[in-house]
């Protein structure tokens, strides 16, 4: 099922990467701008001082810039749009005609009010003509004084250079849709896990900061960001990339099963940190140079997984060179996503073959279970136990009638012992041990062999695979020679370290001269329960001693 719901999943997150770079090739194909031109770079006055080819620090002084510009060729039908990066807050002038106003400019008695970094404005038909022009902008920057940034000025169609963002927003608003459905799905496949997957819980939080990547960067289109809060954004959106430029190597590793995976991430972060450090303050060069110590780092991991014959390796080191080009062909901020995109779609198909191979260990372990069940069953049933048992019966009913009641009693409470537990997984620990008394009370009648039952600091508490203690008691019995004189004496003890809990029987006998290391049927049963119930957490051993033949199990905590 749950293979199923994240194979479904990774379909849905490739609808929106395929969309969005179906976009992208018919935006680069059929929405070329129809129009030819050059721009200067800007020349500025201060209180119509002396023109100079830098702003500085104007405090509270009217600047003024002007940008020629030269039209060589256009589409006359498309209206003639200018789009204006700067900080500031000015009204702007196309052939000293105004044509719009970003903010309020100070002025005596009046606060500056704020613009935004990003404006569009219309030129008016008559001033559309081929030639040369000039695009002024008088203004304030009363705020963010040390940053002086220069003007970029765009032309384009009118409404193309509106909606063209809009439309890419479209896209991403999808793309970001499916990756926030992406980490709730698995906050909540985390947290209603028992097993408590790290890199489930790491790629939640990918897929969620990711989305908040996308919103980040998308949000200048639909909210109103003045100036003097510009660089919020492109802060929030380092630090994101730097969270996942960490968190993608990190899950990467988790999902390879690196086992020393501090010696590739400690000198990865310091890298990262120096780059931060080094380039602070040119907020998308230190992005670019997160996202490729990313893909870097991830190529390690993958070339790494590849040699070592990891499944799926070969899977994320195609998505990677995919990705290189990608970011080689197509603008960086839409480069960038379908980057992470194909990366994360990558740790998503890797889940689903997880998540496919752990489906197939379920069914693999549910016949397992049906039979073991059956192996459980079997033990007491065998027609040579049976045989012997029934025959020692009627002996003793025919010598002894009430001991053979009781003999019959005891043969009829370990059947319904067998019967309660056969359908089990882990039974208590008092019950396995009412099983054992059981058998050697049977045992005892059989082979007329006095058998005795200790146990020391058992938990009552503790659960075990069922039977499993009552199968190494029938090798204990079955490999001992009878007493001369005494009993056998069987000792059941439990100790609880720091990770793990252990339970000892010792069988104290003379052991058989055949008796040898088991690797029959018993003890196959055994390590198949213990399987079973915790995966590869734990220790089975089995020898000889000079008080007979110890065996013990150890069971590790999970980490």
Partial sequence: ?????????????????????????????????????????????VNNGPLRNYRGDTRDSIFKADINVSIQKRNISERLGVKINAFGSFDVYWDNVLIGANGKMAKPGRTEVYGTETKCYQVPEELSKNGKHTVTLIGTQSEMRDEDRGIDVKLGCYERLIREPLI????????????????????????????????????GIICFFFFSLLILEYSKYYIDIPYT??????????????????????????????????????????????????????????????????????????????????????IVLSGLVLSAVVSRFVFYDFGLFITFTIIILCMLYIHTIKAKAIEDAHHASLLLSSRLQLELLKKNIQPHF?????????????????????????????FDIMNDISEETLIPIRQEIELC?????????????????????IDEHDTIPPAIIHTILENGITHSKPPKEGCINF????????????????TVAENRKAMKKSKGTGFKYIKARLNESYGDHWEFD?????????????IFERK
């Fill in 168 to 203: 890419a927003m479209s896209f991403v608003n999808i793309m970001a849709g499916a990756f926030l459905i992406a980490s709730i799905y698995y906050f909540f496949l985390f947290i209603n896990s028992s097993r408590k997957e790290i890199a489930l819980l790491l790629f």
């Fill in 437 to 457: 008394r059981k058998h050697l009370e049977i045992m005892s009648f059989r082979k007329e062999v006095c058998y005795n039952w200790e146990e020391k600091d």
């Fill in 491 to 506: 000792c059941l003890s439990y100790a609880k370290k720091d990770n793990y809990k252990q339970y000892e029987l010792l």
């Fill in 229 to 314: 809060q510009f660089y919020i954004r492109l802060k929030l959106i380092g630090w994101l990339t730097f969270v996942i430029s960490i968190l993608i190597p990190w899950c990467f590793m988790l999902q390879f099963e690196f086992k020393k995976k501090r010696f590739l991430l400690l000198p990865f972060l310091t890298i990262l940190i120096a780059i931060y450090i080094i380039n602070y303050g040119h907020y998308d060069f230190t992005a670019v140079l997160f996202s490729y110590t990313m893909w870097f780092a991830s190529m390690i991991i993958a070339i790494i997984a590849v040699v070592r014959k990891i499944k799926s390796g070969w």
């Fill in 386 to 414: 049976l045989r012997n048992t029934l025959t020692s019966l009627i002996d003793w009913i025919e010598e002894s009638p009430k001991q053979g009641v009781v003999f019959l009693r005891a043969l009829a409470e370990e």
């Fill in 1 to 45: 099922m749950h293979f199923c719901i994240r194979y479904l999943l990774y379909l849905y997150l490739m609808r929106p990467i395929v969309l969005f770079t179906i976009f992208l090739m018919i935006l680069f194909t059929s929405c070329k701008q129809n129009i030819d031109y050059t721009v200067s770079d800007p020349s500025y006055s």
């Fill in 542 to 554: 089995s020898y000889a001693t000079e008080q007979g033949w110890l065996t013990t199990i150890k």
